[in-house]
């Protein structure tokens, strides 16, 4: 067991997580049927929300317009965001009909959605800064499929 000296934190502008730490997954920005509050009281000193899923819903101009991520959820702690980009290229793997990826990023448009999205590594970091207020930001990844050959 490690002693207090030993533990690691990340000091963070919402506050110190130490590490390790469980991070509840809020995709859309909530963590499904419980409220900050609640969480807070559990102890939860982070939670973990993903780009992808909140362009599209509520959007990025939503969760800026309201003040970004923090004010969206009431949650006063740290706030870890995903680039997007796994669900993205999955997305994209599943079926090349919803999207494609260039060297400019990822074009997708998911089922039932009005409009196609373009998520690049700038626009995945500027949303995650400017427009969400993250505390920890992932940068965009490029992920390949487990058949794919290593040369790739």
Not at 89 to 109: C, D, M, P, V, W
Request: a neutral charge; charged letters at 20%; one cysteine or more.
């Amino acid at each position: 067991m490690m002693s207090a000296a030993e533990r690691v934190a990340l000091a963070l502008p919402h506050g110190t997580v130490p590490l390790p730490a469980f991070l509840p997954d809020a995709t859309h920005g909530v963590v499904r049927a419980v409220d900050s509050l609640d969480l807070e009281q559990c102890g939860v000193r982070a939670v973990v929300m993903n780009t992808f899923h909140l362009m599209q819903r509520p959007g990025s101009s939503a969760v800026a317009a309201v003040g970004g991520l923090h004010a969206l959820s009431g949650w006063r702690r740290p706030i870890v965001t995903d680039s997007g980009g796994f669900q993205a290229y999955s997305l994209i793997r599943q079926n090349a009909r919803y999207g494609h990826l260039t060297e400019k990023g990822l074009t997708f448009q998911p089922e039932g959605a009005a409009r196609r999205f373009l998520l690049t590594p700038e626009k995945s970091i500027q949303l995650q800064v400017s427009s969400y207020g993250s505390d920890v930001v992932i940068c965009l990844d490029d992920c390949t499929h487990v058949d794919e050959p290593p040369s790739r």
